[in-house]
């Protein structure tokens, strides 16, 4: 069975994520340290396992005998566009977590992500707000992990 290019992202995916899994388990510390790495790696990898799943089990669907050489080459580009858009997105958070710390960069992405993806202004804000303030009540409030301020705004 051969599988789609797409599903090779995925494999990729849970690769990276078993690993930090792994080393997150490895390393010496309390749960305080590591609970946030395998939190995160763990999702990733279900995530991306749940996508592998459906890629390899969706039918596939046959080309025209229409289309010219030209036409997909132009769709493997396309194709292509879209993974840099998402690899520029997520270095563009990666950053801001970097520069201004996790809660900020949660709420500026997640906002302007779903405003990218065509949400209304309304619901773009309020999951903007909600996602960050749920992840700040769970992680700093009741487990009281002190997550990464940025440059910007630690100490």
Same mark, same amino acid.
């Given at each position: *069975?051969?599988?789609?290019?797409?599903?090779? +992202?995925? /494999?990729? /995916?849970?690769? &990276? *994520?078993?690993?930090?899994?792994?080393?997150?388990?490895? #390393?010496?510390?309390?749960? %305080?340290?590591?609970?946030?790495?395998?939190?995160?790696?763990? !999702?990733?990898? /279900?995530?991306?396992?749940? $996508?592998?799943?459906?890629? +390899?089990?969706?039918?596939?669907?046959? %080309?025209?005998?229409?289309?010219?050489?030209?036409?997909?080459?132009?769709?493997?580009?396309?194709?292509?566009?879209?993974?840099?858009?998402?690899?520029?997105?997520?270095?563009?958070?990666?950053?801001? #977590?970097?520069? &201004?710390?996790?809660?900020?960069?949660?709420?500026?992405? +997640?906002?302007?992500?779903?405003?990218? !993806? $065509?949400?209304?202004?309304?619901?773009?804000?309020?999951?903007? /707000?909600?996602?960050?303030?749920? &992840?700040?009540?769970?992680? %700093?409030?009741?487990? $009281? &992990?002190? !997550?990464?301020?940025?440059?910007?705004?630690?100490?």
């Amino acid at each position: *069975m051969k599988m789609k290019e797409s599903a090779w +992202v995925f /494999v990729a /995916v849970m690769l &990276i *994520m078993a690993t930090i899994i792994i080393y997150t388990l490895t #390393i010496t510390g309390g749960i %305080e340290s590591k609970s946030l790495p395998l939190l995160a790696s763990g !999702l990733c990898f /279900v995530l991306a396992a749940a $996508g592998f799943l459906r890629e +390899v089990t969706a039918k596939s669907f046959k %080309e025209t005998a229409t289309e010219d050489h030209e036409g997909k080459k132009e769709a493997k580009i396309e194709n292509w566009r879209g993974y840099l858009i998402n690899m520029a997105w997520a270095l563009g958070f990666l950053l801001g #977590i970097y520069f &201004i710390g996790l809660i900020p960069s949660i709420f500026i992405f +997640v906002l302007f992500y779903m405003k990218f !993806l $065509g949400t209304k202004w309304r619901t773009a804000i309020i999951c903007g /707000v909600l996602t960050p303030l749920f &992840i700040y009540l769970v992680f %700093e409030r009741a487990i $009281g &992990i002190v !997550l990464y301020r940025g440059l910007f705004f630690g100490a």
